[in-house]
């Protein structure tokens, strides 16, 4: 039922090249969530340790830094469909090398973590270059960015429960073939897919400090920033820790369904929560991270960790949806291409340092906790304090999403 909502609430969208962007990554995502909350635990039951593991995000990350650039560069000469593309084979390579992986090989590691950096970089900056392409002007684009969250959430839902029960049964096999089917017909949409400036009409990238000239960019690329340093404790250390206390594939599984569950159906609502002013959904939406970090870190329990799943997803789509709803609203006014580029590699730059401090110390999971709740209080006093700066400002038009 609440799906079939979910579809009349979303019919507009089917007049819209955005329809067909979103059928491709509905495929997409539930390819890659097959496996994507595993890829630790499969590395971990290889044979490889917790540091080797760290040290895989460590390099994942910093090719991943580059490689958002030739992404640019590539949209630029070869349009961002055909960039999209490459990107989504990149990730079938990277899944059929996910099945061969031998233990303690680190030439295959690292070919791995190249492979995910060609894929994130690729695919993620052409795909949200189209999305802000075919998105509506106005107000309708945070009902869009909204949408964007609900089709990730969706098609994620059975990703993980069906991932996990082939994993019981030691079906690897099975796992990787499934997901790189979906991924195939992921590419089908987008052979038929014509989006207005596909390949810009800026031959060159906005420079950095010509592009961060504006505050409204440095608040609305910062905020992503300080969210990056909670993201990955979140979706690659949280499940870590509970595979390694609980030492169950099902434990894992669990998780992502729970924050499935919880968030798919109010995704969609938290886009439409366009009168709150979207720094005030950030700064209490951060706050209350902060404080769930603080309550799974004082009671570990596991009725604390599972519960708080609950919170934690529809508290995340509150925090970034905004964050994201400013970025895609200015992407337009300034140089979209380059908006995207610079919101991917300000997401992926803090993991780099994140990812390899935790390497370089012992006590991995508290560190990473307390440092994804101190980002959040950050976040949360930034926005708080803009807030109240500008307490004559008159409702959040999409286009003043950002204004600091």
């Avoid at 039951?45 to 560069?73: E, H, K």
């Avoid at 991270?289 to 529809?314: C, K």
């Avoid at 949806?321 to 919101?343: C, D, F, H, N, Q």
């Amino acid at each position: 039922m609440k799906l079939f909502h979910f579809h009349h609430r979303t019919r507009h969208l089917r007049k819209r090249p955005v329809h067909v962007l979103e059928s491709s990554l509905l495929l997409h995502v539930l390819g890659r969530s097959l496996v994507d909350v595993f890829i630790p635990i499969l590395l971990l039951q290889r044979g490889y340790s917790l540091g080797d593991v760290l040290w895989y995000c460590v390099l994942f990350m910093a090719i991943d830094i580059p490689l958002n650039f030739v992404a640019d560069w590539m949209i630029r000469r070869i349009g961002a469909i055909r960039t999209t593309m490459l990107g989504t084979i990149a990730s079938i390579a990277f899944l059929t090398l996910l099945g061969r992986l031998g233990p303690h090989s680190w030439t295959m590691l690292a070919t791995l973590a190249a492979l995910a950096a060609i894929y994130d970089g690729l695919y993620w900056v052409g795909h949200l270059y189209l999305f802000s392409q075919s998105e509506q002007e106005g107000d309708d684009a945070h009902s869009d960015t909204g949408a964007l969250y609900a089709i990730r959430i969706i098609g994620g839902m059975m990703g993980p429960i069906v991932g996990a029960g082939l994993l019981v049964f030691e079906n690897r096999t099975l796992l990787i073939a499934t997901s790189v089917t979906f991924l195939l017909l992921s590419l089908i949409p987008l052979f038929g897919l014509h989006v207005p400036g596909d390949i810009p009409a800026a031959r060159k990238r906005t420079p950095f400090r010509e592009f961060f000239s504006d505050a409204r960019e440095r608040y609305n690329y910062g905020g992503l920033l300080l969210y990056s340093l909670n993201d990955p404790a979140e979706a690659v250390l949280f499940p870590l820790f509970i595979y390694m206390t609980y030492k169950t594939i099902e434990s894992v599984a669990l998780l992502a369904v729970i924050v499935a569950l919880a968030s798919a159906g109010l995704s969609y609502a938290a886009g439409k929560f366009s009168r709150f002013h979207p720094k005030s959904m950030i700064a209490v939406g951060a706050l209350l991270i902060a404080l769930t970090w603080i309550v799974r870190i004082a009671v570990p329990h596991p009725t604390v960790y599972y519960g708080s799943l609950l919170i934690m997803g529809f508290l995340s789509l509150i925090t970034t949806i905004p964050m994201e709803g400013g970025v895609l609203g200015r992407a337009k006014e300034i140089e979209p291409l380059s908006a995207m580029t610079y919101r991917n590699t300000s997401t992926m730059a803090p993991q780099v340092f994140f990812f390899l401090a935790l390497a370089l110390l012992v006590n991995v999971f508290k560190i990473g906790f307390f440092t994804a709740m101190a980002s959040m209080f950050v976040l949360a006093a930034i926005s708080a304090f803009i807030l109240m700066r500008n307490r004559g400002f008159s409702g959040p038009r999409h286009a003043d999403l950002a204004r600091p």
